[in-house]
């Protein structure tokens, strides 16, 4: 299993925030690695909501199916991990002073055995972490210059 977090501080109050994470077929506009996002239930927002993702990080691409487990409005948002990778990812965002937010994203994945497991993890992790890193900081651009 490889546990990746990442985290930045964004000018703009955690509504403002919130209001682009819940917009989950929006984080196409801010995630590099994010494809195309396919929404495989009703909803889209919400504990239950299920969706499919294309991701990409460099040559290799796979489709990443995904469950929202948590929804806490204006807070958190926690997915399962149900394809190839499997694992649980949350987005926490927390007021900071001067009307800022702190948003930690968190991951912890489990790579296939079969394909290597836990040395794929070692190499993973890092680059996950650079490629989310990038993520985040072209959130903040959308968030604080929207």
């Avoid at 990812?89 to 930690?104: I, K, M, S, V, Y």
């Amino acid at each position: 299993m490889a546990t990746i977090h990442v985290s930045i501080d964004i000018s703009a109050s955690p509504a403002v925030v919130w209001a682009h994470i819940r917009d989950i077929a929006g984080h196409t506009r801010w995630m590099s690695d994010a494809e195309a996002i396919r929404f495989t239930s009703t909803s889209h927002g919400g504990v239950g909501t299920t969706f499919e993702c294309d991701t990409r990080i460099g040559p290799l691409r796979m489709t990443d199916r995904m469950e929202v487990t948590e929804w806490r409005e204006g807070e958190l948002m926690a997915i399962r991990h149900v394809g190839i990778v499997t694992g649980e990812g949350r987005f926490e965002l927390r007021p900071l002073t001067g009307d800022r937010t702190r948003f930690a994203w968190t991951e912890e994945l489990n790579f296939p055995r079969r394909r290597g497991g836990r040395v794929v993890a070692s190499i993973a992790a890092p680059i996950l972490a650079r490629v989310w890193r990038g993520n985040l900081r072209r959130l903040r651009e959308l968030v604080e210059h929207a």
